[in-house]
């Protein structure tokens, strides 16, 4: 495929009006021992083609079946009029709004996306969205540093693993330890911190599911004088207690279960809401409302002198192009659900967890519920985790994300649920448990 | 004319769109605990289905876009983006980033070959596809280089990353993420890196140079490989911002170059689209000496497998979540495999033409090119005397098409940076020249003129010094009482 | 401002967008016979896929629609289309006619259940899907009650259809298209067929009776059950339009209140997409004794498997190929399901308070309510004494929103004919109310105003009367020499 | 589901405006015996059940494999831009254009696909489209008898079943004749038609999918004084002479080759092409070129006295809505491929379908390739058609379109080609109709 429009009449023009007698002469300033180099690829293809061999990619890939896998990406329902208008040519094809006078289409949906995420976590200012769930924490531990001038970070082990090694990546070259310390409910509901502690990040549910004691570990690191970092599934914040109201300082997390598809893990978005005193040192790019020459309403980029094609080696962060689409995605499916339909998406998915749960214990098996849970628990299995996931694949189930050893569980999956999962969905997960062992055993151990 | 409204405007109190299935009767509080539950709910918007379709298709409507508006801006390679790899990209959307490998070989299979193909591309020995931008690429591909000289006991003694004045501003900022000092460079005559100011910047205490190439001026670094001895004479590193990629594809590689770590903007070169300001997808590639640092997950193949490899031992870690902006490796990839070899050689020619046929025009109608020679995709020009770009950037909105970038690179005073693309016809590039001389025109006759320009768009000059001093950054709900409106 | 282009001023020789799979060396003339192929190329576009997106974007944005602006076509029940619907009709799309119907039950069942669920919403016995538009379906539905007669031994003797005055064209239309000729009653002043012209038209000459329920004035005919009585004493069937079912939807049935045959339009009640014009669906339901007649092919059930019937002997035939607008089939489906029983009696209710609303409304700010009583899902109007229909409509586009239907019904001079549709929330309502105060004021102060209007909009007031003078009713090509532009 | 806006608050406030107490206060001139009947629909359902729902239904039905059906319909490739561009929601959701000022998009789109219709049919103005070809050609069977007076129409046997059906059906309610001739390139070239008759109709290539002498039988039709009514599939007119060349007055047809997706034969749209004579003649709507009050270049609705909704009962059809979508779709994929890749589309076909028919033959069966066809043409074979095809379509085979029996060609199918054909799948279609039986027997009787 070409997608050049010129015809070898515009190329004669083009170079007449260069005065260069051939496009190879263009390149003459790359040194010549290097040029036109052999590149191993095939040739191009015509789009049918081009389409049949995606589609063979495709069919080796299989999404459907009962679905109970979590570990923070869940596949809610998405209503059709989402994408139809997130994925507006206008929307996907426009760069950075640079040019507030034409840009009004995105910047006021981003103005839009950051109340939204205001009134979701409680906070006082969103940025217009990050990477990522990781990388967003990542940066608000960072942000912390700043701001405390300490170089000392805690994390919860409930903090998803890859979260945790993301924190690890930024952290370690700035010479910021980072202690990751269990919590628990019972045993550990509050912590006691060195005064070199600049943030506690902790994840409410957290990783296997579990509601953890967010206000008396905001007081934690509140006493230690650290700033309190809530890692949050936004969804869930239809529900629970937003950071705000347990004085967290800074509220991050992956947009994706606000209405971006699962996509393999990416893109979704980032998030991250802080307190406006927060503000001088806050990552990333914001949108401010103003008023234009003739008094009307408009939306621009604002406070950019945090941002790296300003302050340079100086800014907040290196972060230019973020995840704009997805946060736009999301805006347009909280407007799609409403609050209520917000809240159906997360009760149903709680009630629907607990509904598996109770089947679970019913047919011998022993889920972990002893502390509280929100839409995904843990399921120990007398087996390799990974071959339990494998195994319930073959049955044409998509279910049991394995729980890492370093929370020291044993063998042992996570099951999730939205408000997706039937009946029968559930027979079919406890069968096929029950068929490759998972039960018995388990029952008998 | 009213305010445009903002969807909080548009809501009311129990109006809904659409409509989950219904929850089963069940005790929440019972079940997540009362005090852990929130005690009023979030002020989002109520409005009907139709609603929200008239708020977004308006809003799109007030939007410039590759498919509707000329998008010149300079460095951000604003082609064309083929709609197959949106159809492509679907295909692939509800995969979950945790179902069983084996479920998901088509998908991992197209990420090793996309792998394979970016290494063919650049000339490098291998890539991760992690990075989520070209910022995020270039964090990856510092932090690779710092695990290198660490592992080599070379750790502490090498504290600076050089980069030139005209650099984009992400290359220092990473730097410094990075724990490194950044040392600047100064531009020379021929708007090249000044090779004295060079050799003199470099030294043993010089963990690498971030180069981009061709530069921000558009120019190719003629010195390239002299730039790489000095570099690796002294130890240090050589790391390409491949922003810029699309002039040279095919033409000559970064590794052949000499460079050591690359990243590519599969938002600029490979047409994901921008989405308005993203997700972009910065895969970084390296020579083999620095394969071991590699971010994870990298995707091998083993025997008729497809496997992500999760734990190497020397790894700088994970980047993000996941593998990376998976749903854009399948549009790069759908990109990279429509036009193939010739294809994607083609594409730099292209875009060379057009950017340097773009350039004669604009010396034709009176701007100025600073450093003009053959540029390569993109070059830098400085309006009339007299005019400031700011202005005429904002005039140009009036005949529907977008600025160039303007004041970047700094090393340029009025700057206007200049990026017509492969995919942009010799017709569109002249009906460019003919809104300028409009424009100018325009000037000529009524100075006034620019000041108040534009005067069609859905605002006009919106005010940033209130905006930054007395920051609105939320829809702030009307007191109960107060009028909404 | 230049014209907008046509895509074939953006056409260069050459100049190419996508490419299909390259043909294999083949001897065509050898094949075909030279003298059987063209011996000049058409003159068609000749674009690049970029150019193609920019054009179709731009004419995009030079077009009202539902999705962008309030739409209220009385007539027309111009209600929003949900996108599911689209969703819904993709699934579908690939499937090819003439396959295997063991390999499409899947489609075959959702039109039998598409045509139950049409007869228990209409209260008639059997359906057909046929029909692609409610024109079609009136001239299926006119072609059966000729067939019924004809079986009869009266085709020779029954030649007349009547039609109110207050008649959609098609209707009459359709009756002459069908070989009848057409009587016209008048309208009462109650906005009611005239019960005493009625009956004078009535007699043994009288095939069918057409008649539209709430009537063009939105008005229900109190005395249907009367009329219909009327006509089936006299021998003749009575014919109901169901573009205005959106009214009555659960509340009352067309075939409870005595009509023999019904059309529908998918396209008004049942959301599919308007599509600028169509492609829009207009099946046909019948009374048990019409049921031979139906046109085929019908969907119907054996045991478990869904079957096609092509050749019933005494069916009217075919009215087009294949199944009728299947991809509107479905989306009407999935509306329908979507819905269920309560959900559409919900419709009615809806529409009519807002038409209702509306009118109120309306007559606050001085029109003028010629027929007013409770109207059903529509009401007509008249612009302030003075005022122009056309005018009041031209300025109404300044303000973003769609006029009413002007001068339909022919009954009412300067008609003006608005059906809000169900779809639309009071706020919208007292918008157009703003802006149509927002007009009257205008006109006020200055009566050139309305004239001149719109001011705002691509083009403003074109040539009508030129356009059908000098008809150019395709792209001329320059000729070679002559400039394109 | 429900897409109606209204609050409580909403009904009140409506409800008071207007001055009655209840919703069921509006409906009072309904006849009270006849109110609120029970309607026999199931309840409604939430988005995601619903789609769950449409999906099992979608699921019943087979679509990919190797495709050789034609019979009129043709899946081509189509460019994934196409629908992009043509079902762009303002396109989608706008009602026929009566208000020119806002309705440039749709009417100028027209005017292009006026243009490119009479391009490639080679006469001189199109309508905006018609339902599909089959009343299409019905309408110019009215519009010859319009024109010439006379009462009798000839209809090739070579016609599509379906439009000749369709002929049949509109024709004899107006007491019109319609005679049924059987032509052969060779023993039929040429036709001797009695002078009452007003036109005949002709299709190119013909149902089966060969070539018919265009050039003589427009004479025969014109010696009688009738006029001749091309059928015509309009991506073979990438290669096949227009029927303007041959002389035709009016050309026919169904534009689903053209870039509308097969979906289940609707909907597509049919065009009607006449020479300017017959112009007042012509039924359906036009749009024309004009100027606006600033002199600028507009499009409008024109000729519209010929409508039903001006001449009513005296118009030249009844037709009020049309398929302008499907208009579009074909006139933006015709602005996709460009002349030479719809001609690569329609010269891929005729050499797939050759290579097939040269296949077939080579393994035994007796495909008829005695007279030209284009990219269709029949293979006998030895057992019921239906029943081969059915037994093709547990192969996961898409072919064999039975021929009818008033072909007296006996036991039949049709194959057909696209140039998405490929050389693996011919094989799969040959070795399948070997071990079905279809060879075998041909090649001994
Ligand atoms: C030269 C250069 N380097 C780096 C970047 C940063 O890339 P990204 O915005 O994807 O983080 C850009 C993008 O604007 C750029 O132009
Ligand atoms: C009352 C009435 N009858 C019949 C029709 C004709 O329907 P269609 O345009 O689908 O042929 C219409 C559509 O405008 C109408 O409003």
Redesign the interface.
């Known amino acids: 495929?070409?997608?050049?429009?010129?015809t070898e009449e515009?190329?004669r023009?083009?170079?007449e009006?260069?005065?260069?007698s051939s496009?190879r002469?263009?390149?003459?300033?790359?040194?010549q021992e290097?040029?036109?180099?052999e590149?191993?690829?095939?040739?191009?293809?015509d789009?049918a083609t081009?389409?049949d061999?995606?589609?063979?990619?495709?069919?080796?890939?299989?999404?459907r079946g009962p679905?109970f896998?979590?570990?923070?990406?869940r596949?809610?329902?998405i209503?059709s009029?989402?994408p139809?208008?997130?994925?507006?040519?206008?929307?996907?094809?426009?760069?950075?709004?640079?040019?507030?006078?034409?840009?009004?289409?995105?910047l006021?949906?981003?103005?839009?996306y950051?109340?939204?995420m205001?009134?979701?976590t409680g906070l006082?200012?969103?940025n217009?969205?990050m990477?990522?769930?990781?990388?967003a924490t990542a940066e608000a531990a960072?942000l912390a540093v700043r701001q405390t001038g300490r170089d000392r970070v805690v994390v919860s082990r409930g903090v998803?693993p890859?979260?945790r090694?993301?924190l690890?990546?930024?952290l370690s070259?700035?010479?910021v330890t980072l202690d990751t310390v269990d919590l628990d409910p019972v045993t550990t509901p509050k912590l006691t911190l060195e005064d070199d502690v600049a943030g506690v990040v902790v994840q409410q549910p957290n990783f296997l599911g579990y509601?953890e004691e967010?206000?008396s570990l905001t007081q934690s690191a509140h006493d230690a004088g650290a700033l309190m970092i809530a890692v949050v599934d936004p969804l869930s914040?239809?529900?629970?207690?937003?950071p705000g109201?347990y004085g967290a300082d800074v509220a991050v997390g992956?947009g994706q279960t606000l209405g971006n598809?699962?996509?393999?893990?990416?893109?979704s978005?980032g998030f991250m809401v802080v307190r406006s005193e927060l503000?001088r040192q806050f990552p990333g790019?914001?949108?401010?409302?103003?008023?234009?020459?003739?008094g009307?309403?408009?939306?621009?980029l604002?406070?950019q002198?945090r941002?790296?094609?300003?302050?340079?080696?100086?800014?907040k962060?290196?972060?230019?192009?973020?995840?704009?689409?997805?946060a736009?995605m999301a805006?347009?499916n909280?407007?799609?659900?409403?609050?209520?339909?917000?809240?159906?998406?997360a009760?149903?998915s709680?009630?629907r967890a607990?509904a598996l749960a109770a089947r679970l214990e019913a047919a011998g098996m022993a889920p972990a519920t002893g502390s509280?849970f929100?839409s995904e628990f843990v399921l120990p299995v007398p087996v390799d985790p990974q071959r339990v996931?494998?195994e319930?694949?073959g049955r044409g189930i998509?279910a049991g994300?394995p729980v890492p050893p370093d929370y020291g569980l044993g063998d042992a999956v996570l099951l999730s649920a939205t408000?997706?999962v039937s009946d029968a969905d559930i027979e079919t997960l406890v069968e096929a448990l029950q068929q490759i062992g998972a039960a018995r055993e388990v029952a008998h151990g | 004319?009213a305010?445009?409204p903002?969807?909080?405007e548009?809501s009311?109190?129990?109006?809904?769109?659409?409509?989950?299935?219904?929850?089963?009767q069940?005790d929440?509080e019972g079940?997540?605990?009362a005090?852990?539950?929130?005690?009023e709910?979030?002020?989002?918007?109520?409005?009907?289905?139709?609603?929200?379709?008239?708020?977004?298709?308006?809003?799109?409507?007030?939007?410039?876009?590759?498919?509707?508006?000329f998008?010149p801006?300079g460095s951000?390679t604003?082609?064309?983006?083929?709609?197959?790899n949106?159809?492509?990209?679907r295909?692939?959307?509800?995969?979950?980033?945790?179902?069983?490998p084996?479920?998901?070989?088509?998908?991992l299979?197209?990420m090793y070959e996309l792998q394979n193909?970016l290494g063919?591309?650049t000339?490098m020995d291998a890539f991760s596809l992690q990075p989520?931008?070209?910022?995020?690429g270039?964090?990856a591909g510092v932090?690779m280089i710092?695990a290198y000289h660490e592992s080599r006991g070379e750790g502490e003694q090498r504290r600076v990353v050089i980069v030139p004045d005209s650099a984009?501003?992400?290359n220092?900022?990473?730097?410094?993420?990075?724990?490194y000092e950044?040392r600047e460079v100064r531009t020379a005559a021929s708007g090249e890196v000044d090779l004295a100011a060079f050799e003199a910047a470099m030294g043993p205490d010089v963990a690498a140079v971030m180069l981009t190439n061709p530069n921000t001026l558009g120019?190719?670094e003629?010195r390239?490989?002299q730039l790489a001895a000095v570099a690796h004479a002294a130890g240090a590193l050589l790391y390409y911002d491949g922003a810029n990629l699309n002039a040279?594809l095919?033409?000559?590689?970064p590794g052949?170059?000499g460079f050591d770590v690359v990243h590519l903007n599969l938002?600029k070169t490979f047409?994901t689209?921008?989405?308005?300001?993203?997700?972009?997808?910065g895969p970084v590639g390296v020579k083999a000496k620095l394969r071991e640092f590699l971010?994870v997950p990298i995707v091998d193949k083993r025997g008729d497998e497809y496997v992500l490899l999760e734990d190497l031992p020397q790894s700088?870690?994970?980047?993000?979540?996941?593998?990376?902006?998976?749903?854009?490796l399948?549009r790069a990839y759908?990109y990279?495999?429509?036009?193939?070899?010739?294809?994607?050689?083609?594409?730099s020619?292209?875009a060379?033409?057009?950017a340097?046929?773009l350039k004669?025009?604009f010396k034709e109608i009176g701007f100025t090119i600073p450093f003009d020679r053959?540029c390569?995709h993109e070059f830098v020009a400085q309006p009339p005397a007299g005019l400031k770009t700011l202005d005429v950037?904002?005039a140009l909105?009036d005949h529907g098409m977008?600025?160039m970038?303007v004041y970047?690179p700094l090393v340029v005073k009025e700057a206007m940076m200049v990026e017509p693309t492969?995919?942009?016809?010799?017709?569109?590039l002249d009906a460019y020249i003919e809104a300028l001389e409009a424009v100018l025109a325009r000037a000529e006759e009524d100075p006034e003129y620019l000041k108040?320009a534009?005067y069609d768009?859905?605002?006009?000059?919106?005010?940033?010094v209130?905006?930054?001093r007395q920051?609105?950054?939320?829809?702030r709900f009307p007191a109960v009482g107060e009028d909404a409106a």
């Open positions: 495929m070409r997608y050049h429009p010129h515009d190329v023009l083009a170079l009006t260069i005065g260069v496009m002469e263009l390149f003459e300033d790359l040194p290097l040029r036109d180099p590149v191993d690829l095939p040739p191009g293809m789009e081009l389409l061999h995606i589609r063979e990619l495709a069919d080796k890939n299989s999404t679905d896998l979590g570990g923070g990406v596949r809610h329902f209503p009029v989402t139809h208008l997130a994925l507006q040519s206008e929307f996907v094809t426009a760069y950075t709004p640079y040019q507030p006078e034409v840009s009004q289409g995105i006021q949906a981003t103005f839009e950051q109340t939204v205001c009134e979701l006082d200012v969103s217009a969205s990477y990522d769930g990781a990388t960072l998803h890859e979260t090694a993301v690890r990546t930024y070259p700035l010479g509601i967010m206000r914040l239809a529900l629970l207690a937003p109201a992956d598809p699962a996509s393999f893990g990416g893109p978005f503000l790019r914001i949108v401010g409302e103003t008023t234009d020459v003739d009307k309403r408009a939306f621009v604002t406070l002198a941002e790296q094609h300003i302050r340079r080696s100086r800014a962060s290196n972060i230019c192009t973020n995840h704009q689409l997805a736009l805006t347009v909280v407007g799609a659900l409403g609050p209520q339909g917000l809240r159906d998406l009760a149903g709680v009630e607990h509280r929100f996931r494998s319930l694949a998509h994300v408000e997706r | 004319m305010d445009f903002v969807i909080f548009r009311r109190p129990g109006r809904r769109g659409a409509r989950p299935p219904a929850p089963r069940f929440l079940a997540l605990g005090d852990n539950m929130r005690s709910a979030p002020r989002l918007p109520e409005v009907s289905e139709l609603d929200l379709v008239r708020h977004y298709t308006q809003l799109a409507h007030r939007q410039f876009s590759i498919d509707a508006n998008y801006l951000c604003m082609k064309y983006n083929p709609k197959v949106e159809e492509a990209a295909l692939f959307q509800d995969l979950h980033p945790y179902q069983a084996e479920t998901a070989q088509g998908a299979q197209l193909d063919a591309i000339g989520a931008a070209g910022a995020h270039e964090l932090l710092r984009h501003g992400t220092p900022a990473t730097a410094a993420m990075a724990g950044v120019l190719f003629r390239i490989t040279i095919g033409r000559v590689r052949d170059m938002h047409t689209p921008h989405g308005g300001g993203g997700p972009g997808t971010p700088i870690g994970r980047m993000r979540s996941h593998f990376g902006n998976f749903g854009n399948v759908t990279i495999r429509a036009l193939g070899r010739d294809g994607l050689r083609d594409v020619g292209y060379v033409l057009n340097n046929y004669e025009r053959t390569m950037a904002k909105l977008h600025p970038t970047f492969e995919t942009e016809s010799l017709e569109t108040g534009p768009t859905p605002v006009r000059r919106p005010d940033e209130k905006a930054a920051p609105v950054l939320r829809y």
